[in-house]
Nanobody, 123 residues
Framework: QVQLVESGGGLVQPGGSLRLSCAAS????????IGWFRRAPGKEREGVSA????????YYADPVKGRFTVSRDNAKNMVYLQMNSLKPEDTAVYYC????????????????WGQGTQVTVSS
């Protein structure tokens, strides 16, 4: 059974940092891409970042470039999103997602989704 579980969300002040984790299980990860998406209040879901398990290639949306870093731990089947210099506009529910097709991930329609974790950036 495919399962993705996010954790690490919480409340942080502007300029602070937070690390999200995504635990993947139930499928072979070698050829998969794992992506991070977010949905802010009153806004559509948007892509944030992605990483491939095969070679560790990374991708970032313009609003988070230079502030967020995605990484993987192949032995633990984990993906992390390190978020630095957080801004109030980063407030959202963050989701990890998986798909064997990088094209589908970039299009925003991956096959598998986690349940989400809340990130709130506020003073």
């Amino acid at each position: 059974q495919v399962q993705l579980v996010e954790s690490g969300g919480g409340l942080v002040q502007p300029g602070g940092s937070l690390r999200l984790s995504c635990a993947a299980s139930g499928f072979t990860l070698a050829y998969y891409a794992i992506g991070w998406f977010r949905r802010a209040p009153g806004k559509e879901r948007e892509g944030v970042s992605a990483i491939t398990f095969s070679d560790g290639s990374t991708y970032y949306a313009d609003p988070v470039k230079g502030r967020f870093t995605v990484s993987r731990d192949n032995a633990k089947n984990m993906v992390y999103l390190q978020m630095n210099s957080l801004k109030p506009e980063d407030t959202a529910v963050y989701y990890c997602a998986a798909d064997s097709s990088l094209r589908k991930m970039i299009q925003g329609v991956p096959d598998y989704w986690g349940q989400g974790t809340q990130v709130t950036v506020s003073s």
